[in-house]
């Protein structure tokens, strides 16, 4: 069964960082593009950024570009958002998927306030 736990979110100053985890299991995780996806109050959820099995391919969308990181370990079958410079406007429950799979986790709440 394919697996993903979102973890690291929470109450975070204006400016500030935080580090996302996506956890995985149920699949050969370094075979697969992983995604992460975020969903704030009353908005349609959107795509944030994109890393291929090996992490030679990395895409992002144009409001996180500069100010996210997204990377991956496939030895500990987890994939990271670094997330930087945030503001209130990034408040969110952040989401990891598969898109190959359709699979999702059960997202991870930021919180972006002073």
């Known amino acids: 069964e394919v697996q993903l736990a979102e973890s690291g979110g929470g109450l975070v100053q204006p400016g500030g960082s935080r580090r996302l985890s996506c956890a995985a299991s149920?699949?050969?995780?370094?075979?697969?593009?992983m995604r992460w996806h975020r969903q704030g109050r009353g908005k349609a959820r959107e795509w944030i950024a994109d890393?291929?099995?090996?992490?030679?391919?990395?895409n992002y969308a144009p409001s996180v570009k500069g100010r996210f990181t997204i990377s991956r370990d496939n030895a500990k079958n987890t994939v990271y958002l670094q997330m930087n410079s945030l503001e209130p406007e990034d408040t969110a429950v952040y989401f990891c998927?598969?898109?190959?799979?359709?699979?999702w986790g059960q997202g991870t709440q930021v919180t972006v306030s002073s």
């Open positions: 890393i291929d099995g090996a992490a030679n391919y990395i």
């Open positions: 149920g699949f050969i995780f370094s075979g697969y593009v």
């Open positions: 998927n598969v898109p190959t799979l359709g699979a």
